[in-house]
């Protein structure tokens, strides 16, 4: 949560997120422009575990930053993205990983447009098969019967 | 005395709105003109109490009266004037206050609103938003007052909070909150609606205006609180799917897709349910937003247990109010008749598949923010969803129906012919192309997201404006003629337009921002950094006093090749009273490119900074003013136009018995 409190409890729904300034400092950084790249990528998408809703590429926490260098030297020893990551999952859980990985806890959470798009479009498709039936749909023969005598009646007049 | 004043005004408030909400009820059900011609007077009389309460906490704070604990809490006598003002809302006491304020200044605007409604839908919505202010003066009274005393009274306050004293804090709460709140009104025509089983086209017209304002503050409330963001949290992001910022963006998806359903409802008598639910669906989001920020939820779910009387007061508003309405659609929309039957390609066609995208945008980022919270409180289990995910999601969703708006736009009504628009918006599909092409041809190796990006945004400026071109300039019309033809055209279609291209600009600013550059340097005086194509050369490093802090001033040069662009100052500051740093980020803009410049941590004589080159960002704020200026537009078409509320003027005959039309609702 950095040096700032929450704030977000202090306001009504001001889209404001938390704590300010600076995460990434110049000492932090790797010389090769690729693997630091990288390194931001990969921190972008891990939680600051004591902050809310911050990445530790923007958090000024000192764990954060701890864990911008771990990831910084893991890079430089050679690990793969992925390995980096897997690293950090193992310590910390998968609470670290901004983007949760498709598993059988999150089916709903990476679902939801799906099948709410999918329901949306199903519904929509039967609403308008059921509307257009009806606009066509024959007389009743108790109409038919009724349609009949009347034209019969103005046929004799 | 006057705080107590203030005090029992609120609690009169609450007595007249208990009135406010059973005796037009009562009216309605009896057919009583005398109960029903209540609901009025009722109104304004709440909002009187409420606007007095509010002035008092005002005065409470302008005069530094610490016997109060709130304006203790929250405020300093050293602290500049302006934000003696705003502090009145930058706390949770005051904000809830400036809450049911607005929300009975909506109810004030409708019971002034006399020729535009029919007594009884008038007397039926009032009743219900009377039973809003009910429930949330309740709740200030009871969990939040913001007039108890402190004795003895301290010396001096604790300051509010830093990063509010800004003159975003000024602005940005109310213009949110009246976009916020202004979907009350939507929702209180809505179960008046299902109240009297009576929905047609006149209910459509008399609620799109305020559909239509409270969507434009709460756009323009969105984006300044973006902008806030961008300029002080000083690390250049504007968006960051955070759960408070999703709170807001909810109710703003939904309210999008509810400003086009109500024009499928008035134009063709259809998607009544659909639009009925919309309306409710989008002032829950705003009460869900409420709840999740004020109950302390989005900390963590133990948070919320350890203090819940807030939380808890709320989730049951939450739930009387969603429950019950949702409970009343359900017993009362079967009766609703089901409007004209509609092809699939036509206007109304591509306004439902609109919908269809909006409504899944919606519930994707719903999911997302709440889905930690539900798994924490069923299994246990901690998973973070943040920026990567939604950006993931979000996207796929979004885009189709951003590439769809100009077709729909373009499309006739009750039958379309999607290859006669495709044809009219030809020009503005190759101009789009070409664009694209271009930009990826002098961008050779960059990011590919961008030029799509532009493309997009073009496409949808464009494809607004074709509207008016095919509209005015048929060929072989004469400039002059088109012009005035344009000039003739209805100011809901400009609305249309702007509202399109304004969406076009934020998407050209946000696909531009893969363009910035950010340069991370240890500085010293003399040393100097290129920053897009500009040089910024560090100047000096000076300290100095303000008000309420002190800080350190990091002076910079900003050069175009060897030309003097002037001084850019970017601050480090400590707020005294709380020993609470911030940064001021330093920001230099070009056109509608900017150069930010924020400063961190110092080291024996250089300091750490931050350039960043942002091209086009600021047309992504832009953007949102257009669109909000579109909304404005449209309010003012002559549909819905009205003289001023009906004290000014006589009742007068409505000419072919047509419904006058609902004010806008008075900013």
């Given at each position: 949560?950095?040096?700032?409190?929450?704030?977000?409890?202090?306001?009504?729904?001001?889209?404001?997120?938390?704590?300010?300034?600076?995460?990434?400092?110049?000492?932090?950084?790797?010389?090769?422009?690729?693997?630091?790249?990288?390194?931001?990528?990969?921190?972008?998408?891990?939680?600051?575990?004591?902050?809310?809703?911050?990445s530790?590429?923007?958090?000024?926490?000192?764990?954060?930053?701890?864990?911008?260098?771990?990831?910084?030297?893991?890079?430089?020893?050679?690990?793969?993205?992925?390995?980096?990551?897997?690293?950090?999952?193992?310590?910390?859980?998968?609470?670290?990983?901004?983007?949760?990985?498709?598993?059988l806890?999150?089916?709903?959470?990476?679902?939801?447009?799906?099948?709410?798009?999918?329901?949306g479009?199903?519904?929509?498709?039967?609403?308008?098969?059921?509307?257009?039936?009806?606009?066509?749909?024959?007389?009743?023969?108790?109409?038919?019967?009724?349609?009949?005598?009347?034209?019969?009646?103005?046929?004799?007049? | 005395?006057?705080?107590?004043?203030?005090?029992?005004?609120?609690?009169?408030?609450?007595?007249l709105?208990?009135?406010?909400?059973?005796v037009?009820?009562?009216?309605?059900?009896?057919?009583?003109?005398?109960?029903?011609?209540?609901?009025?007077?009722?109104?304004?009389?709440?909002?009187?109490?409420?606007?007095?309460?509010?002035?008092?906490?005002?005065?409470?704070?302008?005069?530094?009266?610490?016997?109060?604990?709130?304006?203790?809490m929250?405020?300093?006598?050293?602290?500049?004037?302006?934000?003696?003002?705003?502090?009145?809302?930058?706390?949770?006491?005051?904000?809830?206050?400036?809450?049911?304020?607005?929300?009975?200044?909506?109810?004030?605007?409708?019971a002034?609103?006399?020729?535009?409604?029919?007594?009884?839908?008038?007397?039926?919505?009032?009743?219900?938003?009377?039973?809003?202010?009910?429930?949330?003066?309740?709740?200030?009274?009871?969990t939040?007052?913001?007039?108890?005393?402190?004795?003895?009274?301290?010396?001096?306050?604790?300051?509010?909070?830093?990063?509010?004293?800004?003159?975003?804090?000024?602005?940005?709460?109310?213009?949110?909150?009246?976009?916020?709140?202004?979907?009350?009104?939507?929702?209180?025509?809505?179960?008046?609606?299902?109240?009297?089983?009576?929905?047609?086209?006149?209910?459509?017209?008399?609620?799109?205006?305020?559909?239509?304002?409270?969507?434009a503050?709460?756009?323009?409330?969105?984006?300044?609180?973006?902008?806030?963001?961008?300029?002080?949290?000083?690390?250049?992001?504007?968006?960051?799917w955070?759960?408070?910022?999703?709170?807001?963006?909810?109710?703003?998806?939904?309210?999008?897709?509810?400003?086009?359903?109500?024009?499928?409802?008035?134009?063709?008598?259809?998607?009544?349910?659909?639009?009925?639910?919309?309306?409710?669906?989008t002032?829950?989001?705003?009460?869900?937003?409420?709840?999740?920020?004020?109950?302390?939820?989005?900390?963590?779910?133990?948070?919320?247990?350890?203090?819940?009387?807030?939380?808890?007061?709320?989730?049951g508003?939450?739930?009387?109010?969603?429950?019950?309405?949702?409970?009343?659609?359900?017993?009362r929309?079967?009766?609703?008749?089901?409007?004209?039957?509609?092809?699939?390609?036509?206007?109304?066609?591509?306004?439902?598949?609109?919908?269809?995208?909006?409504?899944?945008?919606?519930?994707?980022i719903?999911?997302?923010?709440?889905?930690?919270?539900?798994?924490?409180?069923?299994?246990?289990?901690?998973?973070?969803?943040?920026?990567?995910?939604?950006?993931?999601?979000?996207?796929?969703?979004?885009?189709?129906?951003?590439?769809?708006?100009?077709?729909?736009?373009?499309?006739?009504?009750?039958?379309?012919?999607?290859l006669?628009?495709?044809?009219?918006?030809?020009?503005?599909?190759?101009?789009?192309?070409?664009?694209?092409?271009?930009?990826?041809?002098?961008?050779?190796?960059?990011?590919?997201?961008?030029?799509?990006?532009?493309g997009?945004?073009?496409?949808?400026?464009?494809?607004?404006?074709?509207?008016?071109?095919?509209?005015?300039?048929?060929?072989?019309?004469?400039?002059?003629?088109?012009?005035?033809?344009?000039?003739?055209?209805?100011?809901?279609?400009?609305?249309?337009?702007?509202?399109?291209?304004?969406?076009?600009?934020?998407?050209?600013?946000?696909?531009?921002?893969?363009?910035?550059?950010?340069?991370?340097?240890?500085?010293?005086?003399?040393?100097?950094?290129?920053?897009?194509?500009?040089?910024?050369?560090?100047?000096?490093?000076?300290?100095?006093?303000?008000?309420?802090?002190?800080?350190?001033?990091?002076?910079?040069?900003?050069?175009?090749?060897?030309?003097?662009?002037?001084?850019?100052?970017?601050?480090?500051?400590?707020?005294?009273?709380?020993n609470?740093?911030?940064?001021?980020?330093?920001?230099?803009?070009?056109?509608?490119?900017?150069?930010?410049?924020?400063?961190?941590?110092?080291?024996?004589?250089?300091?750490?900074?931050?350039?960043?080159?942002?091209?086009?960002?600021?047309?992504?704020?832009?953007?949102?003013?257009?669109?909000?200026?579109?909304?404005?537009?449209?309010?003012?078409?002559?549909?819905?136009?009205?003289?001023?509320?009906?004290?000014?003027?006589?009742?007068?005959?409505?000419?072919?018995?047509?419904?006058?039309?609902?004010?806008?609702?008075?900013?």
């Amino acid at each position: 949560m950095g040096s700032l409190p929450r704030i977000g409890l202090a306001l009504l729904l001001l889209a404001t997120p938390l704590a300010s300034a600076h995460a990434v400092q110049p000492d932090e950084i790797l010389r090769d422009p690729a693997m630091e790249r990288r390194a931001r990528d990969i921190s972008s998408g891990l939680r600051c575990l004591v902050c809310q809703n911050q990445s530790i590429d923007d958090s000024d926490a000192p764990l954060a930053k701890d864990l911008r260098v771990l990831v910084r030297e893991r890079l430089t020893s050679g690990d793969s993205d992925a390995q980096v990551r897997d690293f950090l999952v193992q310590r910390y859980g998968e609470f670290v990983l901004l983007k949760p990985p498709f598993s059988l806890h999150t089916v709903w959470l990476w679902l939801t447009p799906l099948a709410v798009f999918g329901a949306g479009a199903l519904g929509l498709a039967l609403t308008l098969r059921r509307r257009r039936t009806p606009a066509v749909a024959a007389l009743t023969p108790d109409e038919q019967a009724r349609l009949d005598a009347l034209l019969r009646e103005s046929g004799r007049a | 005395m006057l705080i107590e004043a203030g005090h029992f005004a609120l609690a009169l408030a609450l007595g007249l709105s208990v009135v406010q909400l059973v005796v037009p009820l009562w009216g309605t059900r009896t057919d009583d003109s005398v109960l029903i011609g209540v609901a009025g007077p009722a109104a304004l009389a709440v909002f009187t109490c409420i606007l007095f309460s509010f002035s008092v906490l005002t005065f409470a704070y302008a005069t530094s009266d610490f016997s109060v604990l709130n304006v203790v809490m929250n405020s300093h006598s050293t602290k500049p004037f302006i934000y003696k003002i705003s502090g009145v809302w930058g706390n949770h006491e005051g904000s809830m206050l400036l809450w049911v304020l607005i929300l009975a200044l909506f109810g004030a605007v409708v019971a002034l609103a006399r020729d535009a409604l029919p007594d009884r839908l008038r007397a039926n919505t009032l009743a219900v938003q009377g039973g809003i202010t009910v429930a949330f003066l309740l709740f200030l009274l009871a969990t939040s007052n913001p007039f108890a005393r402190v004795d003895p009274a301290p010396f001096e306050g604790q300051d509010l909070n830093p990063v509010l004293q800004d003159p975003g804090l000024a602005i940005h709460p109310p213009l949110l909150y009246i976009g916020y709140v202004g979907f009350s009104i939507t929702f209180a025509f809505a179960m008046a609606a299902l109240i009297d089983g009576r929905i047609d086209a006149v209910w459509a017209r008399a609620v799109r205006p305020w559909t239509l304002a409270a969507w434009a503050f709460l756009t323009l409330g969105i984006a300044m609180g973006s902008y806030w963001a961008y300029y002080e949290l000083g690390w250049g992001g504007w968006w960051f799917w955070d759960p408070v910022e999703n709170a807001s963006l909810m109710p703003w998806i939904a309210g999008t897709a509810l400003v086009h359903s109500t024009v499928v409802m008035e134009k063709r008598d259809a998607l009544k349910v659909w639009t009925i639910l919309l309306a409710i669906l989008t002032f829950s989001l705003s009460l869900l937003g409420t709840f999740l920020v004020r109950s302390g939820v989005l900390t963590s779910v133990h948070a919320f247990a350890v203090d819940p009387a807030r939380g808890v007061f709320i989730l049951g508003i939450l739930v009387v109010f969603i429950g019950g309405s949702l409970g009343l659609f359900a017993w009362r929309a079967p009766l609703l008749r089901q409007g004209g039957l509609f092809a699939p390609v036509s206007r109304e066609g591509a306004l439902v598949v609109n919908n269809l995208f909006l409504a899944t945008g919606c519930a994707t980022i719903f999911t997302g923010t709440l889905y930690p919270l539900a798994l924490e409180a069923l299994t246990g289990a901690k998973i973070s969803v943040g920026a990567p995910f939604f950006n993931t999601v979000f996207l796929p969703i979004i885009v189709p129906v951003l590439l769809l708006v100009p077709f729909g736009q373009m499309m006739a009504w009750k039958r379309g012919d999607f290859l006669g628009v495709a044809q009219r918006l030809a020009a503005a599909i190759g101009l789009s192309l070409l664009a694209v092409v271009g930009l990826l041809a002098v961008t050779r190796g960059g990011p590919v997201a961008a030029p799509l990006g532009i493309g997009l945004g073009l496409f949808l400026i464009l494809g607004a404006f074709q509207e008016i071109v095919s509209r005015a300039f048929a060929s072989g019309t004469s400039l002059g003629v088109g012009l005035k033809r344009a000039a003739g055209l209805p100011r809901s279609t400009w609305g249309t337009v702007l509202a399109h291209a304004g969406a076009g600009l934020t998407v050209i600013g946000i696909a531009a921002s893969a363009w910035s550059t950010e340069t991370i340097v240890s500085m010293r005086p003399g040393d100097r950094q290129a920053v897009g194509g500009y040089t910024a050369e560090l100047l000096s490093v000076t300290p100095r006093t303000g008000p309420n802090y002190r800080e350190d001033v990091i002076r910079f040069r900003i050069m175009d090749g060897t030309r003097d662009l002037g001084e850019l100052d970017t601050m480090k500051r400590l707020y005294v009273t709380r020993n609470m740093p911030t940064t001021e980020a330093g920001i230099m803009t070009r056109g509608v490119s900017q150069i930010y410049i924020s400063a961190g941590e110092e080291a024996n004589g250089t300091v750490g900074i931050r350039l960043f080159y942002k091209p086009l960002i600021l047309l992504i704020w832009l953007g949102a003013v257009v669109m909000a200026a579109g909304g404005a537009m449209s309010l003012t078409d002559r549909r819905f136009r009205v003289g001023a509320p009906a004290v000014a003027k006589r009742r007068r005959p409505e000419p072919q018995g047509q419904m006058a039309s609902v004010p806008a609702p008075a900013e």
